[in-house]
């Protein structure tokens, strides 16, 4: 076995340095875009060069991660513990969580520059971007606990807190490890982006954004990299904790609690109605209380009924719907395209994974790379090799989502039960046929599951591309609006993105829940 793993990394570490090879030929000979790609050396020379405009940018970014790193999961996980605790509190903020999910940060970053003064956007903007992950987490590691061992402490009169703490906890902690390591990078994008709308002065944002109209292909692929080399580490770091924390330990109980199927059957309806109403309502609460609590004058803060007058009852409502309707004409279809190209992308990578193992170890380098690399240092870097045209907003939105897809359609083909597959074999079935037949339907929650995850990710990627590259749509209207001080349709895109985020995503909740009822299939919250 451990040859087997010496000989995987060896094979790792040799495609690996066949790719940098090849960079660096390709780079040097200019052969894409005269010169959009230059060769990793080049890179590295104006890496030197400049290597004295880097501290400040780094440690700007990296204190605005960390903080927010720090304050989202702490909020994350205490949420997490309050919401398994008290299962009517998670009911009551899902459309308040399911929002923080779905906001596209390009969105809000103009609204918190507005709003906060000094770090507060950036760190706001990461503590966002790490919440959803790691609250998901814990709620599922805290559900997902030994009944038998909780019964031993009931026995000894412990009450649901010390269940919590000496059971429940205990075995949410690779859940919660996992879910740090994912939402590490998120925090990064988070505080880029904030740094590249909020006109500061230090910041990677800050000078990507000072670095675009300068030409030199080096210098942005430089920012671009060590940003990524950020969000790696950040990714790694945790990684690491969760091998040393874990080591090769394995669970051996059989017995894990089941969450209790809650349909709402024995509340009441008005209760039900109560707690629905509230949901929807909460978001729109918490939007008022931030705007109040934050002191901002209403010329530049609008609250919810603020958006309305602006774009319903103002003697200028007009021209703003008109403004409005045109830029979601340009969006949403790119938006739709971009998604169902992702995920055809991430089915066709998740089937390759399982017939062709070697091309996947080949793929791999790329794709991380592509994940790690913060959107806003991605993008620029491929207008300089694509232009401004169509094709760089749909290689964003496909870069975007096919990574997260392919993973979860990957697990799902891979939790298929031996003994499922078992019978096709036995009849002489090929590997393609078993797939068709067997793993494939299996693995239709993930695939949902799959689609969920992709929508807002997938709106973000056009509005970036729009705001950075194609000077179109939402994200075109968003960065028009800052230059103008129009600060109506500010927070006007930004409330339509997210609600048309959280819209979608119930709606695939709804056909999911329905075909796999249907099909007499569990889905994957």
């Not at 690491?240 to 809650?262: Q, W, Y």
């Not at 491929?382 to 870069?399: D, E, K, N, P, Q």
Request: charge should be positive.
């Amino acid at each position: 076995m451990a040859n087997r793993a010496g000989f995987l990394r060896s094979g790792t570490f040799r495609n690996l340095a066949i790719l940098i090879l090849v960079w660096e030929v390709v780079g040097r000979v200019d052969w894409i875009a005269g010169g959009a790609l230059p060769g990793l050396s080049e890179i590295l020379i104006r890496l030197w060069a400049d290597r004295g405009d880097y501290p400040g940018h780094v440690w700007a970014t990296v204190q605005a991660s960390v903080l927010g790193f720090v304050i989202g999961n702490l909020v994350a996980v205490g949420a997490g513990i309050l919401f398994v605790l008290f299962p009517t509190l998670l009911r009551l903020t899902r459309g308040f969580n399911i929002a923080v999910f779905a906001l596209p940060p390009i969105a809000i970053a103009p609204i918190l520059v507005l709003t906060l003064s000094g770090m507060a956007p950036r760190i706001t903007l990461a503590a966002l971007g790490v919440y959803f992950v790691t609250m998901s987490a814990t709620v599922v590691g805290l559900s997902q606990f030994d009944t038998r061992a909780a019964d031993v402490v009931r026995a000894y009169g412990g009450k649901d807190w010390m269940v919590m703490k000496l059971v429940r906890l205990r075995g949410a902690v690779p859940d919660i490890l996992s879910g740090l390591r994912i939402a590490a990078p998120n925090a990064v994008l988070g505080a880029i982006l904030a740094e590249f709308g909020g006109g500061g002065r230090w910041g990677l944002g800050t000078y990507l954004l000072g670095s675009l109209g300068r030409g030199d292909p080096a210098r942005l692929w430089g920012i671009g990299l060590v940003a990524t080399l950020i969000a790696g580490l950040s990714y790694l770091v945790f990684a690491v904790i969760s091998a040393r924390t874990l080591g090769s330990s394995r669970s051996v109980t059989l017995n894990t609690a089941i969450p209790d199927a809650d349909d709402g059957a024995e509340r009441s309806l008005p209760l039900r109605l109560a707690v629905i109403a509230g949901a929807a309502l909460l978001p729109f609460f918490l939007w008022w209380a931030f705007i109040k609590l934050t002191g901002v004058p209403d010329l530049i803060a609008k609250t919810p009924l603020g958006v309305l007058d602006y774009l319903f009852l103002s003697d200028t409502s007009h021209i703003a719907r008109a403004k409005l309707l045109a830029a979601l004409a340009e969006t949403l279809p790119i938006t739709a395209i971009g998604m169902l190209a992702g995920l055809g992308f991430a089915f066709l990578l998740a089937i390759s994974a399982r017939m062709f193992p070697g091309f996947i170890k080949t793929f791999m380098p790329i794709a991380l790379v592509t994940q790690t690399m913060p959107l806003v240092a991605l993008t620029p870097l491929l207008v300089l090799i694509l232009g401004r045209g169509t094709s760089v907003t749909l290689w964003i939105t496909i870069s975007v989502t096919f990574f997260p897809a392919f993973v979860l359609l990957v697990q799902g083909i891979q939790r298929v039960p031996q003994s499922v597959l078992d019978l096709p074999r036995a009849y002489g079935a090929s590997a393609w046929t078993e797939l068709r037949m067997v793993s494939i339907p299996a693995a239709l929650p993930y695939l949902f599951a799959a689609t969920r995850l992709t929508v807002p990710r997938a709106l973000l990627g056009v509005m970036i591309a729009e705001w950075l590259a194609t000077g179109t749509g939402l994200g075109n209207l968003l960065n028009q609006s800052r230059g103008y001080l129009d600060y109506g349709m500010i927070w006007t895109v930004a409330a339509v993105s997210v609600c048309l985020s959280v819209a979608f995503y119930y709606a695939i909740l709804l056909i999911e829940r329905r075909t796999l009822t249907r099909l007499g299939m569990q889905w994957v919250e």
